[in-house]
């Protein structure tokens, strides 16, 4: 997946990267920029003018745990991701993928499942700032503006780990909440590139254009963390590690309020 690599794939990533739960207003805002960046501004998926503040958000938010890759060197939000539970007060509340794409689920293969919706999630808001996506010899983005920031070659080497580690920080927080079935609404490239590090999604339904095209998949987190390849799995460990800590605050402050 990365070549040149001097040390293992985790301490290289760490070198660049920070892996984190977004425990605090702030830097929920932070992925929430993030997301009007890539959503709104760059890909138009969503109207700007809707996000006058330029935070892109929506209803599931406030239920939502959100992760947040950061550059080390930069301070500059690399990508995000949230976890969308189901309502702990309404467990037949739809998530996202059944309230926006439910005509393209396959309904016979979900039934199958027989899941316990108290135990299900959503993957979903997964955005890699463009900075973190230029080629090197690219040195502005799509609207002309110089690049604030010149990474070193070795730094690009770990740009395409960015989406995967933010499914890894995902993936950490099903194990953490206990939501271990889980969906998510993917482009076609993220199945096949978690395929090649033995993590195999399901796919639970049809093509749909939504947010680009996409489909819906399906993985318990089990099988995820177990399949993973050795070095993609002590990736996972590191991130979890981070991840498990700042949970545990999120959760001791929650209750303490």
Aim: one cysteine or more; proline letters at 4%; glycine letters at 4%.
């Amino acid at each position: 997946m990365v070549c040149c690599m001097k040390g293992t794939l985790a301490n290289n990533f760490q070198e660049y990267f920070t892996v984190n739960l977004a425990f605090n207003n702030e830097l929920k805002k932070e992925s929430f920029r993030t997301r009007f960046n890539v959503y709104c501004r760059e890909f138009n998926y969503e109207p700007a003018e809707h996000f006058p503040n330029e935070e892109e958000t929506d209803e599931f938010d406030s239920i939502s745990l959100h992760c947040l890759i950061k550059h080390k060197a930069s301070g500059k939000t690399a990508g995000c991701v949230r976890l969308v539970p189901t309502n702990v007060n309404d467990p037949q509340s739809l998530l996202p993928f059944e309230k926006h794409c439910g005509e393209s689920l396959d309904s016979e293969f979900i039934d199958r499942l027989n899941l316990d919706r108290n135990e299900i999630c959503e993957i979903s808001r997964l955005a890699v700032d463009g900075a973190f996506r230029r080629r090197a010899n690219e040195t502005t983005d799509r609207y002309g503006n110089a690049q604030q920031f010149q990474f070193t070659d070795e730094e690009r080497r770990y740009f395409p780990l960015i989406a995967v580690s933010a499914f890894l920080a995902s993936t950490s927080l099903t194990a953490l909440s206990g939501r271990t079935s889980v969906f998510a609404m993917m482009e076609p490239f993220l199945p096949r590139l978690l395929k090649r590090s033995g993590i195999v999604f399901k796919k639970a339904g049809e093509d749909i254009d939504y947010h680009g095209i996409r489909a819906p998949y399906f993985i318990r987190t089990e099988s995820a963390v177990e399949n993973m390849k050795p070095e993609l799995k002590e990736l996972y460990n590191a991130i979890h590690n981070s991840i498990s800590q700042d949970y545990a605050a999120h959760i001791k402050g929650s209750l303490s309020k």
